[in-house]
């Protein structure tokens, strides 16, 4: 056999085969969210292409040994810095917010990528610091390499991208190991810090938002409809669904943003409560997987790698899956490799072919 | 090799004790959708049914376009369309497969249609907009015809009338090429713009297009309630988005110069263009193009007769001609010549050539307009009489390079960045344009042909005027613009104007003794006996001009132009300004196959100095001594003359 060499590396084919199997749910529920106001099929298109470019972006960082990724990890952190920089001076605004670059016809938010980078650059950071508890400087370089990127994307203002990075800085207080004192300061920071940002740093669109959370009778067509909205499509989807292609809510223009940070909606509606818990399972068969991979990992910078990275996947999923029914309020968090965008495909699939490259790797002389 | 230290352990648990919290979260999630699609799926099901509030767009109304005065020159009108609901009709097709030939039909009865047309244009109109919008199938319905499908609302249901706005142009051609029109946006400009959705109308061309983010406004939005049947049944007003109208736009254009214009052209069936403006702040007050298109053809439904006609005409109505025709300059391109001599020193003011009616260069023999010549003529006297041999001698002693100099200087070759679409840049030729774009090399002799304005020198009518304005300014050329003012319509209903700011586009260095000889020359080619353009003079107004007549084809001998057909007829040039020692306004006019500029183009000016200073023509005039109009001038207002 050619696989009794475990020097050689070799790739875990069940966890690439879930990404796969997601991405291509994903694609299914675009072309059923969009085939009805879309007929041209350009919005399904776009998609299938995203995760076409998103496999082969997968297959090149699998081929780079991951201590090679560590070693320009710096290079990607700075230049997505500046792009961020970029976008605050000569950014365009769009829906208010500065997050998107435009080149020709095409447009990607750094932001997303930016989440790969900072992962990267932490994980070396840990990769060469090894005590048992960190200490103080350590813990404020690992909070500098999180906060500088989180710092310039809440300016944009983009305030749900920037909290997605909060499974970072959880990572690193998690894992890095922290000792009590620290603990006690920072929650007594985020107690003070709190009340401060929602005056100074929440824009009144995202005040109006969590306000509505509170109370969804506030504003039936604004955020609260959309939630409302939803609700009703994953509602009226019952235990097996509408069938393919047969859902009416997302589909006549009911449920805004059906095909991005709302197709979990589509997927409820659709296919049921039965689509849903096989698509929640798949999610946690893949974290599974790849904790696993991080357990076995050769050295601590893969650990974190891959800890950092899953952490990402089981945030978005949380927070976006939790929002479709109101448990949490509407923040613009895509659903990993499902939602319809190119950034956040790409980037998934990135984060996808590190964790990956992590496990292929995992043999000393590999 | 990196060894595992003792907290390998540490992170191992930690990792399982993650994990476990990821499976706490996931059933949670889980236990939360059971909830919702397993214990209340029957409420949400009878919700969905009942959904639900369907998003309607209202367009924004359009903002007016008006002369500098107010007088409106672009509005909408209400009318009715006949709108498709595609939702509403889903179910009423499923129960009957009948349905869209039924309702054909009865459409082709009231709209006095074949059912074959009424089925056209549902599958082209359908086709554009996403299935959840209804979409229009006819304009413009008559009252009758609203009321016979308001009769069958209830069998119709799917059939809507809907009161929507409609560009309308009340003057009709009236400064068409200036105004432009609108139509329904395309795929590339809904690529380029998020902000636009399939179906919306946008500018197409001039000032519509130009100005069309300011014009558009905002489209609101109507929540209506339907029921299971996909029946409208109320609207939910607390959730009415009202939408935001459109700015209004104050044109610099004066509407009497502009109709005089037109009707000139209109009267003598004349083709080509005329441009009024303002050498102290580039303000264009008059641009006539002709013939001229209707812009309200265009608001309307194009049916490809309509398309036909506008592309098949022979005189290509779209084109504006005062900025995207390409013309020889002919004589007027003297002016240029008389001020890069003068300017380069290569001419004095008081050097004098000889015209015996014709004269020899590089080895060529070329000829002056008048046969019997001019005898010893200086520069103003030439640029009077318009005599070829001295600007021969101008154009031999500067060489083509030093035209070309001179001509860009004076906004030739390049756009001058009106606020119009497609304006063109035309050509000055040069030693490394013929090397460059045409491979060859540059006859000295062709620059002999170009000093009078012929060759392959091409200009637009408004690169005329801007040199005609920078010799009227003493060299400032400011940029031209259509736009005064841009009102934007505030929350509370007032206005808030946006000025539309003067800039300067050249500033070319002019001698003073040459702009003084040249203001001479042309001061006489109008006010003094024997001078080419006696026809603008306008008494009580010391109007300065040039004349130019421009050979469409090489003939041998002298023909009358009447005799020759329309097409190799001379084109015809006027380029003018007043009064002179306080120039308030440029006029050019260009007349295709005109004939001669003196006799076809300049009385049109004489027109419009006389619209424009109308108390002032007998014998009323700009006090300059006095200190208070100076400051008036100052301020940038333009004081009215009195009467002595």
């Given amino acids: 056999m050619i696989f009794s060499d475990t020097t050689k590396p070799r790739v875990d084919l069940n966890f690439i085969g879930t990404a796969l199997v997601l991405a291509a749910i994903g694609c299914m529920l675009v072309y059923s969210a969009t085939f009805f106001t879309d007929p041209n099929l350009g919005i399904f298109k776009r998609q299938v292409l995203w995760v076409i470019i998103g496999i082969v972006l997968a297959l090149i960082i699998m081929a780079i040994d991951y201590h090679v990724l560590f070693d320009i990890a710096p290079i990607l952190y700075v230049i997505g810095n500046i792009l961020l920089v970029y976008l605050l001076v000569w950014g365009k605004l769009t829906a208010n917010v ?45 909070m500098a390499i999180i906060g500088i990127p989180v710092g310039l994307i809440i300016i944009q203002p983009d305030f749900g991208t920037a909290a997605s990075f909060f499974p970072l800085i959880a990572v690193a207080m998690f894992f890095g190991g922290i000792r009590p004192r620290i603990w006690v300061a920072m929650v007594l920071l985020a107690a003070i810090s709190l009340p401060l940002g929602w005056t100074m740093f929440l824009k009144g669109y995202q005040r109006e938002r969590v306000m ?16 409302t909205q939803a609700k009703i499509a994953i509602g009226s989807g019952g235990i097996h669904g509408k069938g393919f292609r047969h859902g009416t809510q997302g589909k006549l223009g009911f449920v805004p943003e059906h095909h991005t940070d709302f197709i979990f909606s589509v997927l409820g509606e659709e296919w049921g409560f039965v689509g849903v818990v096989v698509v929640l399972g798949l999610y946690f068969y893949m974290v599974f997987q790849a904790l696993t991979f991080a357990k076995h990992a050769r050295d601590r910078g893969g650990t974190f790698l891959i800890i950092g990275l899953t952490m990402f996947f089981v945030f978005h999923v949380m927070i976006n899956v939790s929002m479709q029914i109101g448990i949490l ?15 956040s495909t790409m980037m998934f699939f990135m984060a996808i072919g590190l964790i990956a490259n992590v496990d292929m790797r995992r043999f000393v002389n590999a | 090799m990196r060894v595992y230290r003792d907290d390998q352990k540490f992170l191992q648990f930690r990792i399982n004790a993650v994990l476990w919290g990821i499976v706490a979260v996931f059933v949670f999630l889980a236990g939360s959708f059971w909830f919702v699609q397993g214990v209340q799926a029957e409420k949400y099901r009878g919700l969905s049914e009942a959904n639900a509030l369907r998003e309607i767009e209202i367009p924004a109304k359009r903002g007016l376009i008006m002369d500098r005065t107010g007088k409106i020159l672009a509005d909408n009108q209400p009318a009715y369309t006949l709108q498709i609901d595609r939702v509403v009709m889903k179910p009423l097709k499923k129960a009957d497969p009948q349905r869209r030939q039924k309702l054909e039909q009865f459409l082709a009865r009231v709209l006095e249609l074949q059912p074959a047309e009424v089925s056209a244009r549902w599958d082209k109109e359908s086709a554009k907009l996403p299935a959840n919008q209804p979409f229009p199938i006819a304009e413009d319905l008559s009252m009758a015809q609203v009321a016979k499908i308001q009769a069958q609302s209830i069998a119709f249901p799917e059939a809507n009338v809907v009161p929507v706005q409609r560009r309308n142009y009340p003057y009709g ?7 432009g029109f609108i139509g329904e946006v395309g795929g590339k400009e809904l690529a380029q713009n998020n902000t636009l959705t399939q179906g919306d109308l946008i500018g197409k061309r001039g000032v519509e297009l130009m100005y069309d ?7 609101g939005a109507e929540y209506w309630e339907y029921d299971a049947d ?49 050498p102290r702040n580039g303000e264009v007050l ?21 398309y036909k006609t506008i592309t098949s005409n022979p005189f290509k109505i779209e084109l504006n001609r005062a900025i995207q025709g390409l013309y020889s300059p002919g004589s007027v391109f003297k002016v240029v010549m008389a001020i890069a001599g003068l300017s380069d020193g290569d001419v004095g003011p008081d050097t004098t050539f000889n015209c015996s009616g014709s004269g020899v260069f590089y080895g060529r023999r070329f000829r002056c307009w008048r046969p019997q010549g001019h005898g010893a003529v200086t520069v103003d006297h030439a640029l009077k009489v318009s005599c070829d041999i001295y600007f021969y001698n101008t154009g031999a002693r500067l060489g083509v390079d030093k035209i070309n100099e001179y001509a860009h200087q004076l906004t030739f070759g390049e756009i001058s ?28 002799s062709e620059t002999i042909s170009v000093a009078i304005g012929q060759g392959p020198l091409v200009v637009t009518p408004l690169q005329v005027a801007n040199m005609a304005a920078a010799v009227a300014s003493g060299g400032k050329v400011f940029q031209p613009h259509v736009v005064r003012y841009v009102d934007r319509v505030q929350p509370d209903g007032s206005y808030r104007r946006f000025r539309v700011p003067s800039r300067v586009l050249h500033e070319v260095k002019l001698s003073p003794p040459a702009l003084k000889s040249v203001r001479e020359g042309l001061w006489k080619v109008v006010n003094e006996e024997g001078g080419t353009g006696g026809a603008a003079r306008v008494e009580g107004l010391d109007v300065s001009g040039k004349t130019g007549s421009v050979q469409v084809i090489a003939y041998a001998g002298r023909v009358r132009a009447e005799a020759l057909p329309f097409r190799y007829r001379d084109h015809a040039w006027f380029a003018s300004f007043a009064p002179l020692n306080n120039p308030q306004l440029v006029v050019v006019v260009f007349v295709e196959h005109g004939g001669h500029g003196g006799t076809d183009a300049a009385p049109l000016a004489k027109l419009l100095y006389e619209a424009r200073f109308k108390d002032s023509v007998n014998g009323a005039r700009l006090d300059l001594s006095n200190p208070e109009t100076l400051e008036q001038i100052k301020e940038g207002e333009l004081p009215l003359p009195s009467t002595r």
């Fill in chain 2, 173 to 179: 051609t009236m400064a068409a090429h200036v105004l």
């Fill in chain 1, 329 to 343: 309020p509407t923040t613009g968090i895509p659903l990993p490799l499902v939602s319809y965008g190119g950034s």
């Fill in chain 1, 98 to 142: 500065k997050s998107w670059i435009h080149i020709g016809g095409f447009q990607f938010q750094p932001s997303e990528f930016m989440k790969v980078f900072t992962a990267l650059m932490l994980a070396r950071f840990f990769d060469s610091n090894d005590r048992a508890y960190l200490d103080f400087r350590s813990f404020m370089i690992a």
């Fill in chain 2, 417 to 444: 960045h009106i606020d119009l679409d497609g304006e063109r840049a035309g050509l000055v030729p040069s030693t490394k344009w013929a090397t460059e774009k045409q491979h060859r090399k540059w006859y000295p």
């Fill in chain 1, 212 to 227: 509505i959370f509170l109370n969804p009778e506030r504003d039936p067509l604004g955020s609260g409809y959309q939630v």
């Fill in chain 2, 286 to 306: 008059a641009m006539a193009s002709s013939p001229a298109f209707n812009p309200n053809v265009y608001s309307k439904r194009f049916t490809p007769d309509v």
């Fill in chain 2, 230 to 278: 996909g029946r409208r049944l109320s609207e939910y007003t607390p959730a009415r988005k009202q939408p935001v109208p459109g700015d209004n736009i104050y044109l610099t254009l004066d509407f009497e110069l502009q109709r005089r214009a037109e009707q000139y052209f209109i009267e003598n069936e004349m083709v080509g263009a005329a441009v009024a403006l303002d």
């Fill in chain 2, 213 to 219: 983010q300011y014009l558009r406004g905002k489209g």
